[in-house]
């Protein structure tokens, strides 16, 4: 990945960590949006238009944070529905989340690619069936 790119995803996280507001990359060649948004108990990243570029941006992000998400999953959008958004999560604090992954996990439109063993034990103990996703 680009070093000016990552520097821009970094000065992103950096800016949404600082005024605990969302931040928005747009790229106007190819009309992909990248948003962060940062509050103190957890950090989403969400992506349009441009799946190619997702592993590295959690690889920038995690490197930046010092930690792997807990939990990455895709859905269409509700806005527009010609394409597919994702979304990577990094909670920072579990028990200000727990409606948050409940509610994430059990939307039917969400497809779930990935969990971390935090997210999983929440589930667990949540009682939350996990057959469903």
């Known amino acids: ?56 941006l959690i690889h920038i992000l995690s490197d930046a944070l010092g930690v792997g998400p807990d939990l990455v999953y895709n859905r269409i959008s509700s806005i527009k529905e010609d394409f597919i958004i994702y979304y990577v999560v990094w909670i920072r604090n579990h028990e200000e989340n727990e409606g948050y992954i409940e509610h994430e996990f059990a939307m039917p ?18 009682n939350i069936a996990l057959e469903g996703n």
């Not at 992103?12 to 509050?39: F, H, Q």
């Not at 969400?110 to 929440?122: A, E, G, Q």
């Open 1 to 56: 990945m680009d070093t000016e790119f990552s520097r821009v995803i970094i000065d992103a996280l950096t800016e949404a960590l600082e005024r605990n507001l969302p931040v928005t990359i747009k790229n106007s060649s190819n009309n992909s949006i990248i948003a962060l948004t940062a509050t103190e108990g957890k950090i989403i990243m969400s992506l349009s238009k441009m799946p190619n570029i997702l592993d590295d």
């Open 109 to 126: 439109q969400n497809h779930i690619t990935f969990m971390s063993p935090k997210v999983i034990s929440f589930i667990k103990d949540a």
